[in-house]
């Protein structure tokens, strides 16, 4: 599996997650309450999962790699995606201090609008850039090395915990 197959894998999971804080907005934006640990459970998922790791994998590993092939960091699509997550951290910080729910959805509103852009981006524009420049050995070897940084960032085991949150939510939001 090449690198870039898996960052877009784990896309997959964070879209999953904003179509549901996207059903968690229209509760609140009802007037209707959501549980306090669901929007904890959220946020877990989002400062762990789509931050602490995936960024992680993309901002430690991935974005140095591209710039030892050739890709300036500054003025260009890497910058353009450092400044996206640095975005994103604020509006997670805004959700995170809410005062009221409705303040919640306002900040996650925002939050989904950014990474929904900034997904398709990297998904069309940055990693397909990342597989023309980046040999496929490298790739390989990126892999090996995001499962090192995963399991040191976050703890064997957390991945597959998050995916069982996920299923959880989405039948909780998303079911019909």
Do not use: W
């Given at each position: 599996?090449?690198?870039?197959?898996?960052?877009?894998?784990?896309?997959?999971?964070?879209?999953?997650?904003?179509?549901?804080?996207?059903?968690?907005?229209?509760?609140?934006?009802?007037?209707?309450?959501?549980?306090?640990?669901?929007?904890?459970?959220?946020?877990?998922?989002?400062?762990?999962?789509?931050?602490?790791?995936?960024?992680?994998?993309?901002?430690?590993?991935?974005?140095?790699?591209?710039?030892?092939?050739?890709?300036?960091?500054?003025?260009?699509?890497i910058e353009a995606m450092?400044?996206?997550?640095?975005?994103?951290?604020?509006?997670?910080?805004?959700?995170?201090?809410?005062?009221?729910?409705?303040?919640?959805?306002?900040a996650a509103r925002n939050?989904?609008?950014?990474?929904?852009?900034?997904?398709?981006?990297?998904?069309?524009?940055?990693?397909?850039?990342?597989?023309?420049?980046?040999?496929?050995?490298?790739?390989?070897?990126?892999?090996?090395?995001?499962?090192?940084?995963?399991?040191?960032?976050?703890?064997?085991?957390?991945?597959?915990?998050?995916?069982?949150?996920?299923?959880?939510?989405?039948?909780?939001?998303?079911?019909?």
């Open positions: 599996m090449l690198a870039v197959e898996q960052l877009k894998k784990e896309h997959e999971a964070i879209l999953l997650l904003l179509d549901i804080l996207g059903v968690v907005c229209k509760v609140i934006e009802a007037g209707e309450k959501v549980s306090q640990k669901d929007l904890e459970d959220i946020l877990e998922f989002i400062s762990v999962f789509a931050d602490k790791c995936h960024h992680a994998k993309e901002e430690d590993l991935l974005f140095p790699a591209m710039e030892e092939s050739g890709i300036p960091r500054d003025g260009g699509p450092l400044q996206e997550h640095d975005l994103g951290r604020s509006f997670v910080k805004g959700m995170r201090e809410a005062k009221t729910q409705q303040e919640f959805a306002v939050y989904i609008s950014l990474l929904t852009q900034h997904i398709e981006k990297e998904n069309d524009i940055l990693y397909a850039i990342a597989n023309v420049h980046i040999p496929e050995e490298k790739q390989e070897e990126l892999v090996n090395l995001f499962e090192k940084l995963e399991e040191e960032k976050i703890g064997i085991g957390k991945h597959e915990e998050f995916h069982k949150l996920l299923k959880k939510l989405e039948k909780i939001y998303l079911a019909d």
